[in-house]
C-alpha cells in the first residue's frame, strides 16, 4: 500500500461547478498537509497549508482534513476554466524527514 | 530572477550516456530538493540536502543517481549510463529555514529529460 492514494482521474466538470478532490494515507505520524496545483510544464505551487483536523477556507478553496480517518479533501466552489491543472496532495512528520510525500495528483479540467 | 531556476530545460541523450542537471535554488533558502515526476507516477521524491548537515539519499532509485550541492546553494543532479526509465521530468524545490514561513516548497519548472 502505498503511503499516499489519490484518484489521478481525470476529472471534467462544467463551469461554476463544485470541485472535491481527495487523498487518503496510511502512515499515522503525517502532521502536515498541503494542496499544490502545477498547470501544465510548469512547477507545483502551494495552494493551501494545514496541520490540524477540520476545516480551512481560503476564497473559492476549503481544505479539510480528517486525521482519525486519514483522509484529506479539496473542495473548490464556483470553479472556472482557470482552475483546470492538476491538483496534488502533500504531507509530512512533524519533527521527522523534511521529506514531503506527494500524491499521484488529480487533473481537473473546469469546461466554460 | 527569484525563483528556484533550472537548467536545462529539455534534455534529450542517448541511452548511456551521462547527464547534469541543474538547479539554482531561491536565494537564502537553505532546503533544497529533487524530485522526479514520470507520466501517471506522481511526484518521487529523490534526495534532499539542509544546510551542512548530510543530505537524505533516501530516494535515490540507483547508483547511477548522484547529487551535490555546492557552497550551499547551487545543486547538480547527475545521472549515469541513462536508461529509457530514467525518461521523466526532475523537479528542484527550495525551501526557507525549518521553523519559518511553514512548510511551503518552491518549486522550479524542472528539466525534461529524454532519453532514446
Known amino acids: 500500500q502505498k503511503e499516499v492514494e489519490q484518484d489521478p482521474g481525470p476529472l471534467s466538470v462544467p463551469e461554476g461547478a463544485i470541485v472535491s478532490l481527495n487523498c487518503t494515507y496510511s502512515?499515522?505520524?503525517?502532521?502536515?498537509f498541503m494542496w499544490y496545483r502545477q498547470y501544465s510544464r510548469k512547477g507545483p505551487e502551494l495552494l493551501m497549508y494545514t496541520y490540524s483536523s477540520g476545516n480551512k477556507e481560503d476564497g473559492r478553496f476549503t481544505a479539510q482534513v480528517d486525521k482519525s480517518s486519514k483522509y484529506i479533501s479539496l473542495f473548490i466552489r464556483d470553479s472556472q476554466p482557470s482552475d483546470s491543472a492538476t491538483y496534488l496532495c502533500a504531507m509530512n512528520f512533524q519533527g521527522g524527514s523534511e521529506k514531503l510525500v506527494f500524491g499521484k495528483g488529480t487533473k481537473l479540467t473546469v469546461n466554460p | 530572477g527569484a525563483g528556484v531556476s533550472q537548467s536545462p530545460s529539455n534534455k534529450v541523450t542517448e541511452k548511456g550516456k551521462d547527464v547534469e542537471l541543474r538547479c539554482d535554488p531561491i536565494s537564502g533558502h537553505t532546503a533544497l530538493y529533487w524530485y522526479r515526476q514520470s507520466l501517471g507516477q506522481g511526484l518521487e521524491f529523490l534526495i534532499y540536502?539542509?544546510?551542512?548537515?548530510?543530505?537524505?539519499k533516501s530516494g535515490l532509485p540507483s547508483d547511477r543517481f548522484s547529487a551535490e550541492r555546492t557552497g550551499g546553494s547551487v545543486s547538480t543532479l547527475t545521472i549515469q549510463r541513462t536508461q529509457q526509465e530514467d525518461s521523466a521530468v526532475y523537479l528542484c524545490a527550495s525551501r526557507q529555514p525549518p521553523g519559518l514561513a511553514g512548510q511551503e516548497l518552491f518549486f522550479g519548472e524542472g528539466s525534461r529529460l529524454t532519453v532514446l
Open positions: 502512515n499515522s505520524a503525517f502532521q502536515y
Open positions: 540536502f539542509q544546510g551542512n548537515s548530510a543530505p537524505d
